[in-house]
């Protein structure tokens, strides 16, 4: 007699023989689909931030210039991949849609590289994996469309670059590797090809780490400066910008102070050679480039070091521009520092404007279209107080008028003022008092562009 167990065993072996029978067709297995990676570079030198999309999806969003994302890992496949700059009056494709086919355990960077009027995409694959024990490796784009051929070289820290042989030679949208390299200290050099002695970029001593699997992009440079070009190393998880070892700072000074004499501002007690000599109210300074590092500023009468209104300690770092503004009246006289964004962008203008007047307190502040009644109209910024900086606003080309008013109020203590706003400008608006304070308020207009030869 059939024990239940020995039923159950033979109904099992009934079903297996007829699932043989035909071909498997209920117990298949599945393979899962294999995956890439995907990563993008914003190489474009005057493009504005931009939303990368995969299949009409935003997937990675506001990547701006000199920035590379983290790596996405996806299904390998065809898939439509567009680039959207991010616009004031709403965002345009500027690459694409283009359908692009993804082989899986590959790595693939995507780069738009070009002006606007140029911009293209460059895409770079290489097989997914890691690098060998001790090892780190390297794959290098040429991403700067003005820069001509160039040889690169990664070298021990103060090689002589005569006896040293380029890791190869490449023009804009080439590349080479990836190559790997023991882990451990190196300088990369970049010359113009064939000429060892004329070194454009020089990153100085840098680390590669064990396990480092790193993409760089040589993108032109928006830096103060002598180099052409910078940088931008996407390690996986997201990206860090590599400037040339002489990169310097960038500092400009207003003088904003109503009552205050003429000043000289001193860097370093070099009272008998100003950084600036003789600045008057209510003028600024150009730009002056020093090495990064971290200063001591004084403000004095000018020629008089004996009368010093400002003692200060400003840390500079390297490819950063700042201005340094002297603000209130002369009794409460402080710095007043601000980071700028000198990077113009060719689809619109960057409009910065700072409240330097101390009469005129807490003010709201219209950016119009000429003519605009502001009594009909919300503020477009509401509350803005003394000493703020609105940060750059994106503003279409064309004529504006700006008016600024004691906040919750529609009479006007500056403007309307007319300006014209073109694609690539960067200005900053200082908002003043008249010459020893009070009314009538005006404003300082400075460009803030910095081209990467200014000394």
Do not use: W
Request: hydrophobic fraction near 45%; charge should be negative.
């Amino acid at each position: 007699m059939r024990t239940l167990y020995q039923s159950a065993l033979a109904l099992v072996i009934l079903v297996l023989a007829a699932c043989d029978s035909n071909n498997g067709a209920i117990f298949t297995t599945v393979e899962p689909p294999k995956t890439f990676n995907i990563q993008v570079v914003h190489a474009s030198p005057d493009a504005p931030p931009v939303n990368v999309l995969v299949d009409g999806n935003a997937v990675l969003t506001d990547v701006d210039y000199n920035a590379g994302s983290a790596q996405l890992t996806l299904d390998e496949g065809t898939y439509s991949i567009e680039v959207e700059g991010i616009l004031p009056g709403g965002n345009a494709t500027v690459i694409g849609p283009v359908s692009l086919d993804f082989a899986g355990d590959t790595t693939y960077t995507v780069a738009a590289v070009g002006s606007v009027a140029a911009i293209e995409p460059v895409v770079f694959s290489q097989a997914r994996g890691t690098p060998t024990a001790g090892s780190a490796r390297l794959s290098v784009l040429h991403a700067a469309a003005a820069a001509p051929e160039v040889d690169v070289y990664v070298t021990a820290p103060g090689a002589d670059l005569a006896g040293s042989a380029a890791v190869g030679s490449f023009e804009f949208k080439g590349t080479l590797g990836p190559a790997e390299v023991t882990a451990g200290d190196y300088q990369i050099r970049v010359t113009p090809a064939g000429d060892p002695a004329t070194v454009v970029f020089d990153s100085g001593t840098i680390a590669l780490a064990d396990g480092d699997d790193l993409f760089v992009a040589a993108v032109p440079s928006t830096n103060a400066g002598p180099s052409p070009i910078s940088l931008v190393v996407l390690t996986g998880a997201g990206s860090a910008e590599i400037l040339t070892a002489s990169t310097p700072a960038s500092l400009r000074v207003f003088h904003t102070s109503p009552d205050a004499p003429a000043v000289d501002v001193v860097v370093n007690d070099a009272f008998a050679a100003p950084l600036v000599p003789g600045l008057s109210f209510p003028n600024f300074a150009g730009y002056v480039n020093v090495p990064a590092d971290t200063y001591n500023v004084k403000v004095t009468a000018a020629g008089n070091p004996g009368v010093i209104v400002i003692d200060a300690d400003l840390t500079l770092e390297a490819s950063q521009a700042y201005d340094v503004l002297a603000v209130d009246t002369l009794a409460a006289i402080e710095p007043l520092v601000l980071n700028d964004d000198p990077r113009p962008v060719s689809t619109y203008a960057k409009v910065r404007i700072v409240h330097s007047s101390p009469t005129a307190q807490d003010v709201d502040i219209y950016v119009t279209a000429p003519g605009t009644d502001i009594n009909t109209v919300d503020p477009t910024l509401a509350v803005v107080p003394f000493k703020a900086s609105t940060g750059y606003i994106p503003l279409p080309e064309g004529s504006y008028d700006v008016t600024v008013v004691p906040a919750g109020t529609k009479t006007a203590a500056i403007g309307p003022a007319t300006f014209d706003f073109f694609n690539g400008d960067v200005l900053t608006v200082v908002a003043r008092d008249a010459v020893g304070g009070g009314a009538p308020l005006n404003v300082i207009v400075a460009g803030d562009q910095i081209f990467p030869d200014e000394t």
